[in-house]
Each structure stands twice: as structure tokens, then as C-alpha cells.
């Protein structure tokens, strides 16, 4: 009978010590965990809208450039803006598209 207490009270102790470090990850490390992923996570959408916000400014400015070099009147002018609208509109999508994962890759 000794025997049976003594795999009863290693289950028993083995048991104990498994829901004590479950609850501690639960409770303690998980949210941690949580929080530096968090942090990390912000930090790379912010680099990331860094450089998508230069690139959108670069390509603004070398569209307006080229759009005014060749402007030969008004028609052209409003067609220019709009595709510079549009180009741009195209390009933050595909960006951010690109940022969270679901965009096309680039070629």
C-alpha cells in the first residue's frame, strides 16, 4: 500500500506543479508576451508608414513635375492631376496592402 501513496502523491505533486506554471503563463507571461508584441508590432507600422509616406511624397512631387514639364494646357493639366490622383491612391494601396499582408507582391 506504501507504493500506491507514493505514485498517488507524485501524480498528485506533478498535477499541483503543472496548473501553478499553467496559471503563472496564463496570468503573468502571457500578457507580457502580449504587450512586447504589441509594442514591437507599432514599431514596425510606424517605420513602414515612414517609408510609405516618402515614397508617396517622391512619387507626388516627380509626378508633378513631369505633369507641369509637359503641360501643353488646362485639359492636360486636370487629366495629369487625376492620374497623379489616382497613381498615388494605387500606390498607398498596394502599400499598405503590402504592410498588413495581403497586397501583391512587388516586382
Given amino acids: 500500500m506504501s507504493v500506491v501513496w507514493i505514485v498517488a502523491s507524485a501524480v498528485l505533486s506533478s498535477a499541483l506543479t503543472l496548473t501553478v506554471v499553467a496559471l503563472w503563463a496564463h496570468f503573468h507571461f502571457q500578457p507580457k508576451l502580449r504587450s512586447n508584441l504589441q509594442e514591437e508590432m507599432d514599431e514596425q507600422v510606424e517605420r513602414a508608414a515612414q517609408v510609405l509616406s516618402e515614397r508617396v511624397e517622391e512619387g507626388v512631387r516627380r509626378g508633378l513635375v513631369e505633369g507641369v514639364r509637359n503641360l501643353p494646357s488646362r ?15 494605387e500606390l498607398v494601396s498596394e502599400r499598405l496592402g503590402q504592410i498588413f499582408g495581403n497586397g501583391k507582391k512587388e516586382r
Fill in 75 to 89: 485639359e492636360v493639366l486636370e487629366g495629369a492631376s487625376r492620374s497623379l490622383a489616382r497613381t498615388s491612391a
